[in-house]
């Protein structure tokens, strides 16, 4: 990955050469973080008086850990590897300079190493990812997170949320850069039975019913962080969305069916 960064200048500066006072560079810091990311500096030239010299003048740029970073005669840095350098600008004796710190992401370590069973949806559970540089240096940078099931669990800036039973990957990446990931696995908490409430129903053509599912123990006490599962029997008569809403849609007879793990309930809903 290239990154580019342009900051307006050159390297021939107005100054009268035997006037020159100092010389200053902007930008008077950069924090790159690709190999092969760019940018170009700019010197600026002062007289003795603080005032700003108009004659021609070639400044001469080194870099002091060329190996880091590199520069040329119109100040263009190029990344090389992580680490420190100041770049010089220089006019005899006169000299400005630009610290450039270079951090390019290499490894990602996530912690814990290993999730332990996510019980129940809306469990959550949270990752901590370190990113080092090519120098085994902590560095702070974007990490983008993804599931491969939404289904089982979500993820957003390292914060799991379980959202059904099952298992995922879970990664962690800087774009370009390195990714680590993690295994999770989500399963539901012990129950016995579903409920609905109503039990039944009955409404009017283009009305709508809510009914309310739950799981409970074997001594009906609601169990928390089971997901319920709808379904209709035929939905050319009452439609059933994921949160148990019913609408009725035409006359008949039709069965909703709430569903938690292998264990079901039906409720019956006439529509006159």
């Known amino acids: 990955m290239r990154q580019e960064m342009i900051v ?17 560079v902007e930008p008077a810091s950069l924090n790159l973080q690709a190999r092969g990311a760019t940018a170009t500096l700019r010197a600026m030239a002062k007289d003795k008086k603080g005032q700003p010299v108009r004659d021609p003048l070639k400044l001469v740029w080194t870099s002091s850990a060329p190996e880091v970073v590199t520069v ?54 949270e990752m901590h990812p370190t990113v080092r540089d090519d ?23 390292g914060r799991l949320t379980a959202v059904g039973a099952g298992t995922a990957t879970v990664t962690a990446l800087v774009p370009g850069g390195p990714k680590a990931w993690v295994k ?7 129950f016995a039975r579903v409920t609905v409430a109503p039990p039944r129903g009955e409404c009017k053509a283009g009305a709508t019913l809510q009914l309310q599912g ?12 089971v997901p319920v599962r709808w379904s209709s029997s035929d939905e050319k008569i009452a439609r059933v969305s994921a949160a148990g809403l019913v609408t009725c849609v035409a006359a008949g007879k039709a069965q909703i069916t709430a569903a938690a793990g292998d264990k079901t309930v039906v409720a019956p809903v006439v529509v006159r």
């Open 184 to 190: 999770v696995t989500v399963i539901l908490p012990e």
């Open 214 to 225: 739950a799981a409970a123990d074997a001594h009906g006490a609601p169990v928390q962080g």
């Open 72 to 125: 040329n005669d119109a100040g263009r840095v190029v990344t090389r590897r992580s680490g420190d350098a100041t770049i010089t600008a220089s006019f005899k004796e006169v000299k400005g300079a630009a610290a450039v710190h270079v951090a390019i992401p290499a490894t990602i370590d996530l912690a814990p190493r290993e999730v332990p069973p996510m019980v129940g949806a809306g469990s959550t559970f």
């Open 135 to 157: 120098a085994g240096r902590p560095m702070e940078t974007s990490v983008l997170w993804a599931s491969t099931a939404a289904g089982v669990v979500q993820v957003a800036g």
């Open 8 to 24: 307006v200048g050159a390297a021939l500066l107005a100054a009268c050469g035997s006037d020159v006072g100092s010389i200053s």
